[in-house]
């Protein structure tokens, strides 16, 4: 007997396994192997080793099985016997090395041996990670692992299989740095999204060669590149190995919810100052945008300038009409809005499209009363501030009149040159009885040519009375030429001060 003293509780199926084992073995079908359902340990996991019979099904009536076990890593923590061979005759574990003889429950005949014949569970207490022989079967002499039956002469000898490399891993892949946070301007599409491309991270392991990445928004797997409008959306990448364990890595797409748009805008004329600012109006649908343009002078005929501005995400203005002017300054040019797909920037956000706002004509400037014609009431407006000071610069929020046309002023207020002057009625009076261009209704406000000085006053222009430089009781074209000659006004009275911006004048509305 090979094993040691068998306890006084022995079953008699022993002493015959005992005795059959005796007679030797021949290795004549099947084998014994060892193998374990997972490989990838995470933390807390046991690892669990399948004892079965590999291949060809034997009858038998008793097994032994002896394995070595790394006990610097596992210790043995428990076994069951799933198989025919289910009942335990004696166990052993001592210092690494796991015994345990079987026998059948059914009596002492052969029973068919097939499958797995014991699981044993060890808990893991060390690290390793694809590590070989951490069990394998062991003993010498007899004392190996094998399976008799009943008739002592056919002995199965098994051990052919090894458990083979087992892992466990408590570490966690290592992800590579999260795309930059994105901020977007909605696409202008009327989509109410952006469409952002964020390149995905990607993960090593310490033992998986390819750890799995899932993108989620919001806990729910998705890797759509839409992104919507007026939200921050944060994008998460988590990596997890074969023994689960995971690293994260996040990234937010903060998409306004306007789009961004750009009008360029040139004005006709003869500009004194390179760089000045002009208040100019949008007007697209029902919406009213004012907007603050730098205007620059690259030529001695024109100012040209641009700004951006927002539009809404959720609507689509490609062709729609626009209608754009300097409501101090000029009358309305139209625009059909365009849409490009070049993408860039604005501000701090990026953009896929935006609109372009581009009228074809320049504004024409000299209306200096905010209607929709520059007529002779322009005239007198700009006679009432002729020979007077105004700021340089205009903003949408600038109130008129404002008749400095030609940018002449040094925008300091010390100096003691006239800002308005006739260089500035020559912008009148080349566009004199310019219209607006409107989108859809048709402007029908016919521009006069003259009128009379007491209808001036009836309507309140008090002082502009002035402007009948000859005093035949009419403001007319007359009065505009001898003002070109040089005559100058009669002042109603000597110390009245010119209009100047940011002054309320309620004569600075359309009519
Ligand atoms: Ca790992
Ligand atoms: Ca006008
Ligand atoms: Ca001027
Ligand atoms: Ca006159």
Known sequence: ???????????????????????????????LALSTADRYLKAGEQLVVAVSVEGQAVDGVGAQIVLNYDATKLSFASRSTPGALDLPIYELD???????ALGTSTGNTDVEVAGTIALLTFNV???????????SFGGSGRVVSKISNAAGSAVVLGAATDLGPVTRDVTAPVMTAAPSNRLMWADANGSGQAVAILTAPTATDNVDSAP??????????????????????TVVWTATDNCGNQATRSASVDVSASSIARLDVGMAGAFVANNFNRGVEIVTGSETIPLTVPMACPSSTRAIGNVDFQLSGASDYAADCAAIRDPLHSVSRTATVAYSAIPGSSGSRDYNSRYLVNPVSDLSIGNANGDAVIDILDFSAFVVQRGGQLPLDTSSSSVGPHTDFNASSDGTGAST?????????????VNFFAGDETCGAFNNQQPLARIRVKDLRRMGLVGQEMADLNGDGWVDTTDI?????GVEPRRPTPTQAPNVANVTNTSNTRR
């Open 125 to 135: 207490t060390g690290e390793f990670a694809d590590a070989s022989g951490l069990v």
């Open 94 to 100: 001592s210092a690494g090395v796991y015994k345990i």
């Open 481 to 485: 030429a001898l003002m070109m000659q």
């Open 1 to 31: 007997m090979f094993w040691p003293e068998p306890h006084s509780r022995v079953r008699s199926s022993y002493l015959l396994i005992a005795s059959s084992l005796a007679f030797g073995w021949s290795a004549n079908a099947g084998n």
């Open 417 to 429: 040159a006239l800002d308005v002057t006739n260089a500035d009625l020559s912008f009148l009076a």
């Open 212 to 233: 799995v990445i899932v993108r989620t928004r919001a806990g729910n797997v998705d890797s759509s590149d839409n992104f919507p409008a007026g939200a921050i959306t």
